[in-house]
């Protein structure tokens, strides 16, 4: 839909990404015929659940702890536009990690074309709505995330 | 649902501003309780649209002259979270415009607590999605929507 | 969309009636150009929720008593289409109530012209999903709203 | 969520079922805990598309041909409800073919459990919304996979 300079981003080299693929049903279009915008923050969302699930914990195992791992910012950039029954991946990658926060980056490709990139900010919380410091070992799990792999 | 140092948050005094009142509907609700961080989006759109019909011209108008005004960016930040039935006031107005794209800017707020701020940014565009400069009265409203009026 | 010799469909005269005028947004339309389908399931719960409110009590009320009204049944006919910033209005009424369920029937309408007719069943449930019976001044209230009131 | 003698539901043996898997988003809860009753109607539209794409030609190829299976009718009847990441099978199959519509017929599994069935009617129409007589080769493809087939 609109000039790009960046033809594709990646998660930096050696960071744990997770990669969901999806292919786009009609319910998600609207009458411009492409994806309505509102809806590429739950494709979002299916890639970081994946990711905690692959590379973390399940999501479920929060709620088993009292835990909601919740969005507090969302920034999404459209680049091209997606139709009915386009293919789509969706990476997904931890950029940072504090005491209680934590933030996501994301980027949509199709056919080999940028289509977006996201970051979303989140904080743990309890039950009742209140941030809630992480469990150590879930804060270092995570930082292990960041730093790339040694080879 | 976070700690919030903006209490409240309003347009610049005298610039033209939309406010879209919504009743939380129990489908927007997830697991969690309350609204999903998705279904905000589609709030700001409510919003945007009132703003449009209110203060430059329905947006049909636009899909009429064959343009749409296409979302690229938009950032969102949750301060509260919002349950199903609560009143919310979506405020809108414009924050800047230029040749072929333009930004809003908004507030929510449920009994006068800041429940979220958001930012959009938008390009017109032709029917193939190619950005298409604004017609120049176009243009000109706009830019009188961002000059506070002298009372 | 289709051939319909049913040109209105109206509650029986005298039946508790709920009305929600509702404006269809952009995002509830799909690449046809029209409401996507499953939307219309979604208004039928607006409307649900209003009859409620105005001859029953809030569904508020029923959460705070550990009940939910499940819905078990839907079905929707679909007599024409509607598009973005058509105005519906969605009428709802009840139509038979038993111990531990109720039924809703629907009539959507834009510009005097039906547009769809639904009806839904419901079985009155605790936060673990097992059916429960109804409160009798419940039940008796609900049964008031079937009688025609005789003027 | 409800008592059920139907534990298990099939298509008639011999007839061509495609079966479309899909996991649980969070998005799709509601404040209930479980899937909201409304986006059932979309996962029926997952596995029509994947019977199509299957036994008769991918939706798209209706699109090129200045066609949309509109849809006209919907019965769902909820058995037990879902959450979050569970996986469910749906089931689809076609019941009926006439000159101009023809319907489906779905049941929902989850760890072999009913969870859903629900019927589907539909109108091939132009993209005026015009019923639309189907091609014969259409209508003759869509009668033998109503047909069990004889091994």
């Known amino acids: 839909m609109r000039d790009s300079h960046e033809l594709i981003e990646c998660a930096p080299p050696g960071v744990a990404v997770a990669k969901f693929e999806y292919r786009v049903p009609f319910f998600d279009t609207d009458?411009?015929?492409i994806?309505?915008?509102a809806n590429y923050v739950r494709y979002l969302e299916l890639a970081?659940?994946?990711f905690l699930e692959q590379h973390d914990q399940p999501y479920?195992?929060?709620v088993e702890q009292g835990l909601h791992v919740a969005v507090i910012r969302v920034e999404t950039r459209y680049h091209?536009?997606?139709r009915f029954d386009d293919r789509v991946t969706v990476a997904c990658w931890l950029e940072w990690v504090k005491g209680v926060s934590l933030g996501?980056?994301?980027?949509?490709?199709c056919q080999e074309q940028l289509v977006m990139t996201a970051t979303t900010d989140h904080c743990v919380?309890?039950?009742?709505?209140?941030p809630h410091r992480?469990?150590?070992e879930r804060r270092d799990a995570f930082r292990r995330l960041l730093v790339p792999s040694v080879a």
């Open 60 to 62: 479920q195992r929060y």
């Open 125 to 130: 919380v309890d039950f009742q709505g209140r």
């Open 134 to 136: 992480m469990p150590t």
């Open 104 to 109: 996501f980056r994301y980027a949509l490709h």
């Open 80 to 82: 091209r536009s997606l």
């Open 48 to 50: 970081r659940v994946a």
């Open 31 to 33: 009458a411009m015929g």
């Open 35 to 37: 994806v309505h915008h």
